[in-house]
């Protein structure tokens, strides 16, 4: 089972036909689909700083990965494969061939893949005399093996023969990766992974012309030689001809302070139908992250959105100001909001008593109430929407959008509901609706945020749970859930997942049993532990229900066939296993200025759609 490098962040707060086609989703449809949209005009953006940390695509850290990915996938860098820009319910999620003639052609074991890379298309200065060929994603992928490059990246790749021996210095190559031509890039792989094209949409797998990056294992983004519609200003002044100590960084981006992207003159728009790119240049304006909405106020940033000095705020806005947007009928069309590609969840332990019996989680997820539980993390705002099965909708293109299990008979936080699934449960021997059982006192619980305990420990105690309470430290919450031995039964706690790119093969395989580790694991579940497992952690429980060989079955599958599969796990998962209570999907709003005229949330990167927004005519 291969690792990938995913996001597990708990906040406070059918099988391969004979060489056929990676399909991408629908067909194509040009990106630009309003010609009356108006071009030109400097869009002006305020992001947080802690953006700024890291913006080189092999080495983004986890807090920057949203902003760094659209600022790659808009305007910098082209991939092989790619997105539209766009939400969900527009054909957000599928993936496109990019700097890709067409979606791979994938062998019928699915271990070999051949892309057919497009010709005549080349790099920004200075290298607007360089074609983009295969090689430069070879050199891509090496870089990101290169262990002076540190990264979390690189485990995405790690399917590719030979790619593990390169990374541990057991080889000078990449030997899965091969280059019959100029224009053609063969990609071996040890194992299926339906989900590759999504890999190759990553900024990591860009291409990099000869002798751009040498020498910048952590600061290549300030030397950076863009392949899309935009580049860093300055750009055409570097040098590479000088060693890499003497060369003068690109004069547009000031770590912390500033960056300015401006129109790359080799970017041809007839040569790129995923990025309408209408605003000749981009702004960013970097603030110091504020740590209470008495922060946020004194940037001043609200103000300036609203008074159109700045176009569009990163931050998150004080409920007076959203309350006030949504009011004003002037100013209701200038607040957008997006939901990210992650889930909200309270993830519960199967192996622990007395929630080895699905009933009991079923009644778990019955009467916890999840409004009161958005409600606290959005500060009383609806900006995030309720979950009721496992994957964020955007990770499954949309079909399970109106799904609720078959044993949902009543709203979250119905009792009676709750009370009528524990009946079912040989835990509660007098069938009164409440757990009655030894193991139902003093479940074991683990959390550090006074008002989630206090939100659901009313909610469990009316089916017959009690609670330990054990509130911990931050850093204590993180070492004692990662630690199976430890028992834990419940994570109360606002625990969340997410994808980083939006494909079920990077999110369902948490729950698969290789995730379980006796140190760092991440799948809290222990959904898929074996009996030898669960007896040298001491669980009395000898066995819980997996799903490795149905998530071993959709990785080997492409295109909507493997999107279906997730789906089907999904349901799978929600009627009979129910491992966690989804909570919900987090949603971000978006304020802009009344310059704006076109607007769009990029569901790839959860994150608005640099490229898709237009600015009213003169707006300079």
């Known amino acids: 089972m291969r690792g990938a490098a995913r996001f597990l962040i708990i906040l406070g707060a059918v099988a391969l036909g004979a060489a056929c086609t ?33 913006f080189d695509p092999t080495t983004i850290p986890f807090d920057t990965t949203n902003a760094a990915q659209e600022l790659h996938r808009c305007c910098l860098l082209r991939t092989l494969f790619s997105y539209y820009g766009r939400p969900t319910e527009q054909g957000g999620t599928q993936l496109h061939p990019d700097l890709a003639v067409a979606m791979p052609e994938v062998s019928t074991d699915g271990l070999t893949w051949t892309v057919h890379i497009k010709e005549g298309i080349d790099y920004a200065p200075p290298f607007q005399d360089t074609e983009i060929v295969s090689k430069d994603f070879v050199r891509a992928l090496s870089r990101l093996g290169d262990p002076k490059v540190s990264t979390d990246f690189a485990s995405y790749y790690s399917v590719i023969e030979g790619f593990d021996e390169y990374v541990a210095g057991k080889a000078t190559t990449i030997v899965g990766l091969g280059v019959p031509t100029d224009h053609t890039l063969l990609i071996r792989l040890d194992e299926p992974a339906g989900d590759l094209p999504f890999r190759f949409a990553l900024p990591a797998s860009a291409p990099v012309p000869p002798g751009a990056a040498d020498g910048h294992p952590t600061d290549y983004f300030q030397y950076l030689v863009a392949s899309g519609p935009y580049m860093i200003e300055g750009s055409e002044a570097l040098d590479f001809s000088r060693p890499p100590d003497e060369q003068v960084s690109v004069a547009g981006f000031v770590p912390g302070k500033s960056l300015m992207l ?91 008593p007395p929630f080895d ?182 669980y009395r429980v000898t066995a819980v229900p997996s799903v490795d060989t149905r998530i071993e079955r959709c990785l080997a599958l492409v295109g909507p066939s493997q999107t279906g599969c997730w789906a089907d796990l999904d349901l799978h998962l929600m009627e009979e296993v129910v491992p966690w209570v989804p909570l919900f999907v987090e949603g971000r709003f978006y304020p802009v200025s009344g310059r704006v005229v076109h607007f769009s949330f990029d569901q790839s990167t959860s994150f608005p759609a640099f490229d898709q927004i237009a600015l009213s005519p003169g707006s300079s």
């Open 22 to 54: 990676a399909s991408g989703g629908t067909a194509r449809a040009p990106a630009e689909t309003a010609p009356t949209v108006p071009r030109g005009g400097t869009l002006r953006l305020a992001m947080p700083a802690f953006a700024t940390g890291q």
């Open 357 to 538: 019996d699905v009933h009991v989680r079923r009644a778990l997820n019955l009467v916890v109430n999840k409004e009161a539980l958005r409600a606290y993390w959005d500060f009383s705002l609806p900006q995030s929407r309720l979950a009721s099965h496992i994957a964020p909708d955007s990770l499954l293109d949309n079909l399970l959008l109106d799904y609720r299990p078959s044993w949902m008979r009543g709203s979250t936080g119905s009792l009676r509901a709750a009370r009528a699934e524990m009946r079912l449960s040989s835990y509660d021997r007098d069938h009164d609706g409440r757990c009655d059982h030894v193991s139902c006192h003093h479940v074991s619980t683990v959390g550090y945020y006074q008002r989630f305990l206090s939100i659901v420990r009313p909610d469990l105690h009316r089916i017959g749970l009690t609670l330990e309470d054990k509130r911990v430290g931050f850093s204590s919450f993180f070492n004692r859930i990662g630690t199976p031995r430890e028992r834990i039964a419940l994570l109360l706690a606002y625990n969340a997942w997410y994808a980083t790119y939006p494909n079920g093969s990077d999110f369902f395989t948490l729950l698969h049993g290789s995730e379980i580790t006796e140190t760092s694991n991440a799948n809290t579940s222990l959904l898929g532990a074996t009996p030898q497992q669960l007896r040298a952690w001491g």
């Open 262 to 352: 401006v129109r790359n003159p080799s970017w041809r728009g007839i040569a790129d139908d995923l990025r309408p790119a209408y605003v000749d240049r981009i702004q960013f304006t970097f603030f110091r992250y504020p740590g209470s909405l008495k922060d946020l106020r004194r940037t001043g940033v609200p103000e300036q959105v609203e008074s159109g000095g700045l176009d569009i705020s990163m931050f998150p806005l004080p409920p007076g100001l959203v309350r006030r947007y949504e009011a004003d009928p002037d100013l209701r069309d200038q607040l957008h909001v997006g939901l990210t590609n992650g889930l909200f969840y309270l993830p519960i332990n199967l192996a622990v």
